[in-house]
């Protein structure tokens, strides 16, 4: 039970890192503004490339969100995540981005696949483990546990992030981990 304590408590700890630092954003603070970007650019950058499924425009768009976060943080007010405030931003600024140029796009295997092999304390033979069991995921499922690891996002943050009914996220994530375990140990899974 300690366990899960102290995972909630970090959680806690860095909601109201990032709450603070947005409010000292909109207050012009520059260092506030350099140590969001560090601790959130991993997110900004995931969740922009599985919507628009090319990395350069995705590098693109995540730049894009950051300015809007600068431009409108003085209109930020503490109340619910900032997390979500600003992965909200991005998707919109991702979306808007596909239709002035008509298109919708998924991001494909080797794309999901490069979010988790940035993370810097994975061994490449972890990664590599970690690489061929999310290939094994449907697209929703990969998505919904994507999101969850890399930004901490709720489960319920993620399903207004992606527009979907909280019962079918919560669906997704049981039914992939459940997956992503059996793979994990070489199992195949029905």
Do not use: C
Request: glycine fraction near 8%; aromatic fraction near 6%; avoid cysteine.
């Amino acid at each position: 039970m300690l366990g899960v304590q102290t995972m909630e408590e970090e959680a806690g700890r860095r909601l109201r890192e990032l709450d603070r630092l947005l409010l000292q954003v909109g207050r012009g603070d520059r260092e506030a503004f350099a140590r969001l970007y560090s601790l959130t650019r991993g997110a900004v950058y995931a969740l922009a490339l599985s919507l628009l499924g090319d990395a350069q425009e995705a590098q693109d768009i995540s730049q894009d969100a950051f300015v809007k976060v600068w431009e409108n943080a003085p209109g930020y007010r503490s109340q619910g995540s900032p997390m979500a405030w600003l992965l909200t931003m991005t998707r919109n600024l991702a979306r808007s981005h596909l239709r002035q140029n008509g298109r919708q796009v998924g991001l494909d295997e080797e794309g999901w696949n490069a979010i988790p092999a940035a993370a810097p304390d994975v061994s490449p033979e972890d990664r590599a483990a970690l690489q061929a069991a999310l290939s094994g995921l449907d697209a929703g499922e990969r998505r919904v546990i994507l999101l969850h690891a890399v930004t901490g996002l709720k489960h319920r943050e993620i399903a207004q992030l992606l527009e979907l009914p909280l019962s079918t996220v919560l669906s997704k994530y049981h039914r992939g981990l459940k997956k992503l375990k059996s793979l994990m140990r070489g199992e195949m899974y029905q």
